[in-house]
């Protein structure tokens, strides 16, 4: 493995987590809880595309086989998508969507903060917007944790119950393999376990205000959503984002 | 769906440049100031309409009455001279 393969490996996991939370997002639009609830959702899927967009067209270059972004996106299976497992778990209920933009968007959030001082230009650009948007998304969904938290007993039930669900997908967020190491010593990428502390502090510090419990240390955790490795969600989504590509491909609006 | 389980309304205004007047967006439901804050910028600012918000309670807000517009509105017809243009600008005068 090379650089740029590590490069090309790296900027198709992001995308591919992104694309698939885009999804998520956008399955609630119409179905929102309120109009404007379902217009942010569609907005910070629509966010989470223009991310995709920017890291699979950077990997199609870095590639360099004449394959464009959508053939990434759209052309291939499940085994090959290296999103995190958080991401294609079905939304369930709108407190469940509020906690996985949460834990989701603060690893973002972090994540993309650091690659701003990336050593590569487009990944730190493309780093930079994305910043702005996880910097949203994280206030969007940290003042729902907090009013469902604090609000009727049965939102109090549903956001605690949608926290220790997805609690078993957070030490995946953290995840990396040899891709990553290499692009950290060549100052592309950064070091994952370094942001974990700050994001537990921001998991508190919500958590805390609205009074959710934070699940104790020591449980199962799910991980190799990066090595291809899915739940059985992910397959049902993806045969519904990448339909209209397959049964007519190259189908243009 | 009943008033009850309605949350409150918020009037939006929006600012489309630095320095200019704050005009009336619209509106948009929310439990507080801050989520109605939210709610704005989803509705009303997420194609660059906008440098800044303003959220205003809807029951804040005192609005005349249909009722009014005969005497509030309509003394203003006849008295033209309650418009700059009934007076004739002397001729010496370039600019106003």
Known sequence: MNTNDALYTYCVRLADTAVILSQRFCEWCGHGPILEEDIAMSNMGLDLIGQARGFYAYAAALENKGRSEDDIAFHRNEREFTNRCMVEQPNYDFAYTMVRSFLHGAAAYLQYRELTKSGDETVSGLA??????????????????????????????????AVDDLWQFTDELFEMDEVDQMLIRNGIACDLTQLRQEWDQMVDEVFSKAGITKPAPGGFQSKGGMKGMHSEHLGHLLSEMQFLQRAYPDAKW | MSNQHQWPAWEVFTQKTDGEAHEHAGNVHAPDAEMALLNARDVYGRRQEAVNIWVVPSSAITASTPDDVGPFFDPANDKMYRWPNYFKTPDGIKQI
């Open chain 1, 128 to 161: 930079a917007k994305s910043l702005k948007e996880m910097t949203y998304h994280v206030r969007h969904s940290s003042e729902w944790l907090i009013r469902l938290g604090d609000g009727t007993d049965e939102s109090k039930v549903r956001v605690q119950n």
